[in-house]
Each structure stands twice: as structure tokens, then as C-alpha cells.
């Protein structure tokens, strides 16, 4: 997952973030649009799940696209 954090860091540099979650049991929902570095995100999404208080699974989706 790094990795893919890094990534997302570079295509869309000095992002301006606009975070949106929801927290049910033991899901994390996270839907975000980005804006940096000419760019913009509008569909973001990162889905944690949680066992014990650890993260048991994540996933991350999202689209660049010219701002």
C-alpha cells in the first residue's frame, strides 16, 4: 500500500484534500477528491477494513484527470 500512497502523492502533487467518511461497525468508508499540480481527483475512494483495532484490508480506487 505504499507504494500506491506514493504514487497518489506524485499525480496529484500539493493536493488540496476534501475527505468524506463513514464509519459503520467494523468498515471504514473514505471518499475524497484531490486537486494539485494541474490535476484533480474526483472519484477517491479508500475502504478500510478492521479486526481487533488493526487494518485487516484496505482498498483504494481512484481517477486522474486533468484539473
Do not use: C
Not at 15 to 26: R, S
Not at 45 to 56: E, L, S
Request: no cysteine.
Amino acid at each position: 500500500m505504499r507504494q500506491v500512497f506514493i504514487q497518489l502523492l506524485s499525480d496529484v502533487p500539493q493536493a488540496k484534500w476534501e475527505p468524506e467518511t463513514t464509519f459503520a461497525d467494523d468498515v471504514l468508508h473514505l471518499g475524497w477528491k484531490a486537486t494539485g499540480g494541474g490535476r484533480k481527483v474526483e472519484n477517491g475512494v479508500d475502504t478500510f477494513i478492521f479486526t481487533d483495532g488493526m487494518i485487516r484490508v484496505q482498498t483504494v480506487a481512484y481517477t486522474v484527470q486533468p484539473a
